[in-house]
């Protein structure tokens, strides 16, 4: 939500009469950008709005992508609002029923030069809808987003892949099992071992011991272990070093 704003003072007069929801509203020359917003997330989103005319103006003219980076210099949340269409006829750049003599292929090149700059770009049909814009910009949520793919790539190492060739392991749990362990010989310890009491690794169970150890054919009181040099061996079991 919008806490307050401030209207550049070279904006027009409706511009500067815009309420925001019955904001504070201030208005004054801006360093960047034609209004800034604070929100209630402590946040500053600072908005440049243009014409579809003056969109292609300021970038014939240089000034564009310099405008964009001091945006994104004073706030990440930065974004230009363009007030109107632009269609492409005939690969040319149509706006407000009027061929502009841009190709649209070089206007879809800016477009992406200001994403690259990270500045987000929206259209609106007129200027009438520019403040809702701007409130609806504001109850974005602004929270970093987790986005899994739907198969997450793992890259076992030797040691690893041998854990996730064992009955109940495979790759989904071996990297927590090295997490849990601290290396994958102290996992084939860990999972050869029923007799001395420890934490539980994530979703590893007795049964999946069990059948660890009759995979690798251990007898009834013998388990993997890493054994220092001079440590004394457990009295009640076999150890077979690894």
């Known amino acids: ?15 500067k009469q815009l309420t925001f929801g019955n904001v504070p509203v201030a208005v004054s020359q801006l360093d960047a950008g034609d209004v800034w917003i604070a929100t209630d997330d402590n946040c500053l989103l600072v908005i440049e709005r243009k014409t579809p005319g003056d969109f292609l103006n300021t970038l014939s003219q ?15 949340w930065s974004y230009i609002i363009v007030t109107g269409e632009m269609t492409n006829v005939d690969g040319q750049v149509l706006t407000d029923r009027r061929q502009t003599g841009w190709s649209w292929m070089s206007y879809q090149g800016a477009l992406l030069t200001i994403q690259e700059l ?12 520019f ?26 190492g030797d040691g690893e892949a041998i854990l996730a060739a064992l009955p109940g392991i495979g790759p989904e749990r071996t ?8 290396s994958a010989a102290q996992a084939f310890h860990y999972l050869t071992d029923i ?48």
């Not at 240089?62 to 990440?76: D, E, N, T, V």
């Not at 990270?118 to 809808?129: A, E, F, H, L, N």
């Not at 974005?140 to 076992?156: G, M, Q, W, Y």
């Not at 990297?175 to 601290?182: F, I, P, Y």
């Open 1 to 15: 939500m919008i806490k307050s704003a401030i209207v550049d003072s070279r904006e027009p007069n409706w511009t």
């Open 175 to 182: 990297d927590a099992l090295v997490k849990h362990c601290g």
């Open 118 to 129: 990270g500045v987000m770009i929206t259209w609106i049909p007129s200027d009438s809808d």
């Open 62 to 76: 240089g000034r564009l992508f310099p405008q964009c980076a001091k945006m994104k210099k004073i706030s990440p």
């Open 195 to 242: 007799w001395t009491d420890g934490s539980n690794a994530p979703g590893i169970g007795s049964n999946t011991k069990v059948k660890v150890r009759r995979a690798l054919r251990l007898q009834p009181h013998e388990f993997l272990a890493v054994q220092t040099t001079g440590e004394e061996l457990n009295d009640d079991a076999t150890i077979s070093q690894i």
């Open 131 to 156: 403040e809702d814009t701007v409130i609806r910009l504001a109850k974005r949520k602004r929270e970093d987003v987790t986005i899994r793919p739907p198969r997450i790539p793992a890259i076992l």
